[in-house]
């Protein structure tokens, strides 16, 4: 880092009086008051990593490549577009000459009034310094914005006539001097000035311009706006000879010409962007819709969303796919969920990774490894169905993982599979929460155009590097956050709007008054404390649940054997009907339907025929159909007739007919059974297979133990062991809070006041280091200062070998250690005398 920006002139600095201008970026910030250097550790987190020593550390450290990218990458585009012009102005510049550069010539009203927020944010964030008359871009970020013929600038200015100039020769310096109507002068520098006149002069240069042919003119209509760089021939036609003789095209390399800054300022209208933004744009309205209906579509939705992970979960939970290798599930497994499902695989992929966001569902991490339910699904289903939803729509918010990812590709080419380890993008928790706040800025009811909220977004992040996944993500976040419930038909719900209570709301409204001191960035960090979080969850629970429909505890049975669902049913009543009768149809209402296999499932599970019976008359609104009693009475008659047991395995039955009817029957022939006895049948496959051999035969076998007793055959619940939710891959250095800051700035401040205290000369010191002493020096002075009661710098060095400058005031000396009140962490502690690397007094006064 220049010494310009991170240390003062003088060896030994001292604290600039409000009034002296700042020589430096450290001087600079060193005039500020506590809370401005907090505010530039809030928006600049990654300065405290780990806390600067003193404020010259802390210039240095903003001042670094890194640290100013990530900086001009969170600033607004107005912002951005006031650090462009500042990296083409003179250093220093004016505020004057400031704003005439970005309202041009006639004064754009809008950027009057917008410059000094921007110019503010700049200040805070510690990319500008100076006052409003020596205004100075950090090297770092000129160096960054700054014109070169590799990396044009984003105005599209081109470099200045003395820059252009810089390698030419006197005599051709003097040609284009003349030729343009200059006095010849006696050095290049004062030519070289005379022509930069010319061209900032509004009269002389429209006076030049007016004889210049049409064609010259089409040429600097063409560069104007950027970028500022032509091509040329060796023999250049006439209307390019008449520009490159006046200087209005100057050439930097064989066959390449450039259009001076000043020239292209003159015929920009002394704009250094085509189109300033000083404003943001505004989300324009697509419809509105009444909030109740608003509200009421946005419940049927959460309804939904509940139901679909819970089908999900219900489905593996016996156990779910297989993880791949390399992590994830595989295409093959997410199409066979999509169907399980009735969805389409990209909404698949988003519920199982809302899902795992949740921590509903992780891998088993045994050796055949695969994705299972974890234990606090069983705690998620058992709250109220608000509550739920809150769950599900509070892990979405602040997920990093991205499910509109999946089925895309990586930066190796290599496929991105739902719950895989490259679906994380830091700043997806950022781009949710701006887009749920952009739609709570509008009226309750006001579905935006994505077009308008694409534009808005794109003002407040213009970075290139990661518009197009930034611009991807809100189109995700409208559509996810439909799909949850959060937004019906396009507009915010109110329980949307109170899920975001939490949040760190920035004013996004198109007339907002800008406040006095400009707004943190948002960032994947900004999110509101978990208590904050589970406190607006709540809240947006309560608003939800006079929404949903009341669970049912009855069906209506129908005559053609199926049971009508006109709501949500009463979780028991759900799941004994989901063993008894398969799922035909889903939507506003549910219709099962009854079948042998199912019946026979439900009796596979330990009732009995009298138990179904009286579970559909206690349930049903309707008198229990004929057609469903007899279905159940015929199925549960030949039900458990043929016993199976392991042998390998046999059938037993006390019916002989009916063994043999099994041995005649063809489809028999695979399963090789033989008589054992009058009433058993012996088979060399396993039970299981017999089993499902006996019942695509159309009979109705029963499983028996060992023992001779029925099987009662019911879903094994397959859970992982405890697993916490995926953390959320933060955008950077996590947000500090505001103790953390203070601790900070009170820690750089008393560093800073060691460095920079004035002090005696000590005789080894010099060029502002540490003095060196000898361990008897040292003892003497500590022990005089200890007499005296005076305060004394040294320097210290650690048991990690860290070296730092504390002031103390020495209390005791004994034991070879020195117990002193430290102004540096502003406390009493006790250093070892053989630390000490030197020691001087401080100068009086």
Known sequence: ???????????????????????????????????????????????????????????????????????????????????????????????????????????????????????????????????????????????????????????????????????MSPTRVQDIVAAAGLPTTHDPVSAVESLTALFKDRTRMSALLDEAPAESVEVLSRLVWGPPYGQVTADPARHLRWLLDRGLLLPTSPGTVVLPREAALHLRAGRSHRTPEPTPPPVEAARETRPQVVDATAAGQAYTALATVEELLKDWDEGGPAVLRAGGLSVRDLKRTAVALDTAEPLAAFWVELAYAAGLLASDGQADERYAATPAYDEWQELPAPERWAALATAWLAATRTAGLVGGRDGKDRTLSALGPHLDRSVAPEVRRRVLDLLAALPEGTAPTPESLLARLRWHRPSPASLDLRARIAQWTLNEAELLGITGRGALSTHGRALLSAAPEADTSPDAEPSPKPKQPPTAASTPAPGEQSVAAARAARLLAPLLPEPLDHVLLQADLTAVAPGPLERPLADALAVLADVESKGGATVYRFTPGSVRRALDAGQSASDLHAFLAAHSRTPVPQPLAYLIDDVARKHGHLRIGAASAYVRCDDEALLNEILADKRAQGLRLRRLAPTVLAAQADPGTLLDGLRSMGFAPAAESAEGDVLITRAHAHRTPPRSAPEPVPDGPPLPDATLIGAAVRAIRAGDLASTAPRKEAPEASDGRLPRTTAAETLATMQAAVLTGEAVWIGYVNAEGSASQRVIAPVRVEGGFVTAYDHTADEVRTYPLHRITGVAELADG
């Open 1 to 167: 880092m220049s010494t310009d920006e991170s240390q003062p002139t003088d060896s030994a600095p001292t604290t600039p009086r409000p009034a002296d201008p700042p020589r430096s970026l450290a001087e600079a910030l060193r005039s500020r008051e506590d809370a401005d250097l907090a505010a530039l550790l809030h928006a600049r987190p990654d300065l405290l990593n780990p806390v600067p020593t003193d404020l010259t550390q802390l210039a240095t450290r903003a001042g670094t490549r890194a640290s100013a990218v990530r900086a001009l990458e969170r600033l607004d585009r107005f912002a951005q577009q006031v650090a462009e012009t500042l990296a083409v102005a003179p250093d220093p510049t004016t505020y004057d000459e400031l704003l005439t550069l970005l309202a041009g010539d006639d004064g754009d009203t809008a950027v009057v009034e917008a410059l000094p927020q921007a110019l503010a944010t700049l200040h805070e964030q510690a990319l500008v310094w100076g006052q409003d008359d020596r205004l100075r871009l950090v090297r770092t970020v000129r160096e960054l914005l700054a014109p070169t013929p590799q990396h044009p600038s984003p105005t599209g200015l081109g470099p200045t006539v003395a820059e252009a100039t810089a390698g």
